[in-house]
């Protein structure tokens, strides 16, 4: 299986501000994915990243809220930009391997 | 995109066999079936998929109908361990993108 981690593993936030989540990933993998948990919530896909292609959002999520990179094919970062209260979640980062996903840990998004 | 619809929650008794059943009537013929479960907020985990066959491994086994419309995902000996948010999924036709039903909540006691 793929081995992912994510930078930071959670963070505290003012409004206003943005954060950048990294993924990296052990091998290289041509699909990345962002989703997004919001408290007590299932998962929500923001988008997929593929390497050398803008990414793809999904409906009611936009690039200037949420810009994604693919530099290379071990590496993605997610911005939550201009956060409030309600970015507050779990955001998690996934890659395609051999016909299963597999996730990263996550990182805990708290914005006051 | 087929949907998947799940028990919101259940109940088993830890070395007993936990059964749990998804409904995925609109599911394509070419469209796979995943088991991911979630601990505590943690990165789902991969449990198990299958297309049309049953599928085992060590983990689970996963009992597809012959018209595909349902499935049960089967934890042989549930361990206090096992108790997770299981999540049903109908991989999107031709892509890798994996939509995110509800799950069930499964809870072990002892």
């Known amino acids: 299986s793929a081995v992912i981690s994510q930078k930071p593993s959670r963070d505290i936030c003012q409004r206003g501000t943005s954060l950048t989540i990294q993924c990296q990933v052990d091998s290289q993998v041509t699909m990345m994915f962002w989703y997004r948990q919001q408290p007590g919530q299932s998962l929500t896909l923001i988008a997929t990243a593929n390497q050398g292609s803008e990414a793809t959002y999904e409906s009611g999520f936009v690039i200037d809220k949420f810009p994604i990179s693919r530099p290379n094919l071990t590496f993605s970062t997610l911005t939550v930009s201009n956060m409030s209260p309600e970015d507050s979640s779990i955001y998690l980062c996934?890659?395609?391997?051999?016909?299963?996903?597999?996730f990263g840990p996550g990182t805990r998004l708290l914005v006051l | 995109d087929a949907k998947t619809t799940q028990p919101p929650s259940m109940d088993c008794a830890e070395g007993r066999a936990a059964n749990l059943p998804c409904n995925h009537s609109t599911i394509s013929g070419n469209e796979y079936v995943y088991w991911y479960r979630q601990i505590h907020s943690q990165g789902p985990q991969y449990i198990i998929h299958g297309l049309k066959n049953n599928e085992t491994n060590e983990m689970a086994s996963l009992i597809i109908t012959e018209d595909r419309k349902s499935s049960t995902l089967i934890l042989p000996h549930a361990t206090l361990r096992d108790t997770a948010v299981y999540y049903c999924i109908v991989r999107v036709y031709n892509t890798d993108k994996l939509i995110f039903g509800t799950g069930t909540r499964l809870q072990v006691f002892p």
């Open positions: 996934s890659v395609s391997w051999t016909e299963t996903q597999y």
